[in-house]
């Protein structure tokens, strides 16, 4: 029989006493494995942990934060606690600020942080709310931007706007906290609606201005075409006048040019006969002249 059977039965009887003992020995081995369970924990590649000795911080060297892999603590004694030392991301919603001409703007904000290995020791003991601490200087450096900008100007310059707010965010909790956070971003924001509305009446009034510009620029063109168009026929009809003037003159140059020509060659004294021979078409003189005067008219018509 074996030895199980030897405590739960007693001269073949049985035996209370044994089976109480089995559950001792059970809730024992439990025991045992929740303590070893309880003392072995593991800290990830990007994670760094501090122990804690009944709530109070026991790390106070460099050396002595827990690095990543697998680590043992007394159990209900000692704890650890993990911070990350990679870069995590934070989102806040809903933030409400003011533009410079008191436009209530709600808006999505994002940042990304770390807290540096060598910075842990000091956050744990110096500012164990540090990441509170943080997000409130985020939203307070954003507060203050805002506030430099009329609506408008937000809309256009976020970009720019959230990059003034990472460099001011960043220099800030380096010195207090000796925490890294970059690029700070408003991801969404929303105007009130009475200014959404009144944007909306400037624009198309903006666009009705524009509109009315262009016509007015429209009809200048048109009235500058007409002009440029009755200047062009002006000078046509002004080069044609000039033309035949030109013509006239020039014909006029050059017979008094040839008439000196002329002149030079016959002497002057014969110019007279030349006109005439130039002029005269082959006719006999109508009349004779002399001591009196003959009519030639019958002799003319009788001239085979």
Do not use: C, H
């Amino acid at each position: 029989m074996s030895m199980y059977k030897e405590k739960l039965f007693d001269d073949g009887g049985f035996n209370p006493g044994g089976l109480k003992k089995i559950f001792t020995y059970l809730a024992g081995g439990l025991a045992g494995l929740s303590v070893i369970m309880g003392s072995a924990y593991s800290v990830d590649e990007t994670q760094r942990g501090l122990e804690y000795q009944m709530g109070k911080l026991v790390t106070t060297n460099q050396n002595d934060i827990v690095k990543p892999g697998l680590n043992f603590k007394i159990p209900f004694v000692q704890s650890v606690k993990k911070f990350p030392v990679s870069f995590q991301q934070m989102n806040l919603q809903d933030v409400q600020t003011y533009t410079k001409d008191n436009q209530v703007i709600t808006a999505n904000l994002s940042y990304l942080y770390r807290a540096p290995e060598s910075s842990l020791i000091r956050l744990a003991r110096e500012n164990p709310d540090w990441e509170a601490k943080m997000q409130t200087a985020v939203i307070d450096s954003v507060k203050g931007a805002l506030g430099q900008y009329d609506a408008t100007a937000v809309a256009l310059n976020r970009n720019a706007i959230m990059a003034a707010v990472t460099k001011q965010v960043s220099n800030k909790v380096r010195g207090l906290y000796g925490i890294e956070v970059r690029d700070v971003q408003m991801t969404n924001f929303d105007f009130s609606d009475a200014f959404e509305k009144g944007v909306e009446r400037a624009s198309q009034a903006k666009n009705d201005q524009i509109r009315k510009r262009t016509e007015l620029e429209n009809a200048r063109i048109d009235a500058q075409k007409k002009v440029v168009d009755a200047t062009a026929t002006a000078d046509a009809s002004r080069l044609s006048t000039d033309a035949e003037a030109y013509k006239s003159r020039t014909i006029k140059e050059a017979e008094a040019d040839g008439f000196k020509v002329i002149s030079a060659a016959i002497g002057q004294q014969n110019m007279k006969d030349y006109l005439y021979t130039q002029k005269w078409k082959g006719n006999v003189p109508a009349v004779q002249g002399g001591n009196s005067i003959t009519d030639l008219r019958g002799i003319t018509a009788l001239t085979p």
